[in-house]
C-alpha cells in the first residue's frame, strides 16, 4: 500500500511549473536528493523544510504542508490576565505539530502575547477525574479561565490564576486537566494562520 504523502507540495511545485531541482535547491538551501524524495512522496516534509518551500514558492504555509504534519484547531485563546475566550470572527489558527507527534484529541488554547499554546483533553474532565491541585481550563457562571484548583467542592471551585498569581472562588459548570503546554518560541510547534 503506497503512503500518500507530500500531495500539497507537490501541487504546489507543479502549479509553479518548476522543473529543476537544482532552483529548488537553491532557493530553499534544501540538497536536490532531499528534494527529490519529497517530490516522489518517499520522505515526509518537516516544518522547517515546508516554510522554505512555502516562501520560495510565494504561497501561505498551509498550501505545501502534507498529511503527516497533525494540525491542531486553535479552539480558545487566554490573555495575560488568564481569562479565557471564543475566537473571534478573524481568528483561524491552527497549531502545526511534527511529522513524528501522533493526532490526538486535544484542544488548544492559544496564548497569542506568550506563544503558548495549553492543551486539554475533551473527554477528561472534572466528571471523571481528579481535578484539585491540577492546572486545568476553568468553565465557570463568571468566566473561563485558566488556573491551579485549590478546592472543588461540590459546584464551587477555587483555583489560583496562573498569569495574575490571584485567588478565585467561582461556581464551576466544568474543568478539565491541562494536559500539555507547548512554548512554541522553544519547540517545534508552529502557529499559522489557516485562513483560505
Not at 37 to 42: A, E, G, T
Not at 110 to 118: A, G, L, P, R, S
Request: glycine residues 2%.
Amino acid at each position: 500500500m503506497t503512503i500518500k504523502m507530500n500531495e500539497a507540495l507537490i501541487k504546489e511545485i507543479n502549479r509553479a511549473k518548476i522543473k529543476n531541482h537544482s532552483i529548488i535547491e537553491k532557493a530553499t538551501g534544501i540538497d536536490k536528493s532531499t528534494i527529490s524524495l519529497h517530490l516522489n512522496s518517499r520522505r515526509p516534509i518537516s516544518i522547517e523544510q515546508a516554510k522554505a518551500y512555502a516562501k520560495f514558492l510565494d504561497v501561505p504555509l498551509i498550501k505545501v504542508i502534507d498529511d503527516t504534519i497533525v494540525k491542531y484547531r486553535v479552539v480558545k485563546y487566554v490573555d495575560e490576565e488568564g481569562v479565557v475566550s471564543n475566537p473571534s470572527e478573524e481568528d483561524f489558527d491552527v497549531i502545526l505539530a511534527p511529522n513524528d507527534i501522533q493526532s490526538l484529541n486535544h484542544y488548544a488554547i492559544y496564548d497569542k502575547e506568550q506563544n503558548t499554546v495549553f492543551w486539554y483533553d475533551p473527554e477528561v474532565t472534572c466528571n471523571n477525574s481528579s481535578t484539585e491541585k491540577k492546572y486545568c481550563f476553568i468553565k465557570s457562571k463568571e468566566g473561563e479561565f485558566l488556573g491551579y484548583v485549590e478546592k472543588y467542592v461540590k459546584n464551587d471551585l477555587t483555583f489560583r490564576n496562573a498569569h495574575t498569581n490571584k485567588k478565585h472562588t467561582v461556581y464551576c459548570t466544568l474543568c478539565y486537566p491541562v494536559v500539555g503546554v507547548t512554548f512554541c518560541d522553544f519547540a517545534q510547534h508552529k502557529k499559522i494562520n489557516n485562513s483560505l
